[in-house]
């Protein structure tokens, strides 16, 4: 996939979005359901000088609230400079870490790049010598400069291989990025134009279940009604009818 720079040699998106890549029992993927984030839409720049995915605050609180949704609760991210989110056990304790993935489409690009959050995930020794897992998406305060972009850092390099193309011959300066798979990712990173079907919203709140006591008192409750207004019916029939008889033996 080949992007051109802008010419602070950022790389402008169309779309990122963050969602969940289903697998069938062999890991080939069936469907997908991404969800649209990143308003206003940020450009990217690539760097091995920074180690995760670091995220303008505004981004990054829509992508820990969905990241929030998947975990129960149990990612605990810090919005404050250079925050990150942190789950309570090692990486492979949580399921969903290679299916859940970013989705970056870059303008002027027919293809996009699905990135695993595994990607961005490592463990490490927290206090009290706890291993933990730690999500390096991180906070850029509004304040500094670097939050003016997204940033893929060095762990995105673990997965991509970028061939980086500057021309020298224009004025001012051009440049253009050409980003592949690497031959030794680790998860089931994607470059492509392949949309699959939609699957199932992961992000959407459970159906609370029905309570079916108080379904049964309903039932209960309108069979009783029932029961009384055929009996006042039949009641009024029997009557009308007695009244019709006495009526007629007058007669």
């Given amino acids: 996939m080949m992007v051109q720079a802008l010419a602070n040699y950022s790389y402008a998106l169309t779309a990122m979005d963050f969602g969940i890549v289903y697998q069938d029992g ?26 995760g995915l670091g995220l303008p605050g505004d981004v990054y609180a829509q992508v820990t609230n969905l990241l929030a949704i998947i975990s ?30 970013f989705k970056f489409q870059f303008a002027g690009a027919t293809n996009f790049l699905r990135v695993p959050l595994a990607t961005f995930a490592s463990n490490v020794r927290g206090s009290g010598g706890v ?3 730690n999500i ?10 670097q939050s003016s972009n997204i940033i893929l850092g060095g762990q995105f390099f673990q997965e991509f291989f970028g061939v980086f193309d500057n021309n020298y011959n224009t004025d001012p300066y051009t440049q253009a990025a050409t980003i592949y798979v690497n031959e030794y990712a680790l998860w ?64």
């Fill in 26 to 51: 062999n890991g080939n993927p069936t469907s997908q359901y991404f969800q649209s984030i990143g308003t206003p839409m940020y450009p990217v720049t690539f760097t091995t000088s920074f180690m």
């Fill in 72 to 101: 129960n609760n149990l990612a605990v991210c810090e919005d404050s400079l250079d925050g990150i989110c942190v789950m309570p056990d090692v990486c492979s304790s949580y399921t969903g870490f290679e299916t859940y993935a």
């Fill in 131 to 133: 291993n933990q897992c």
């Fill in 136 to 145: 390096q998406v991180t906070y850029l305060d509004t304040a500094n400069t």
């Fill in 188 to 251: 089931n990173a994607y470059v492509g134009a392949t949309d699959l079907p939609q699957g199932v919203n992961p992000f959407a709140p459970p159906t609370p279940a029905e309570d079916k006591s108080k379904a049964w008192i309903w039932i209960t409750i309108l069979s009783v009604v029932i029961v009384l207004l055929l009996g006042g019916l039949g009641f009024a029939v029997y009557k009308w009818k007695a009244s019709q008889g006495a009526t007629a033996s007058k007669r």
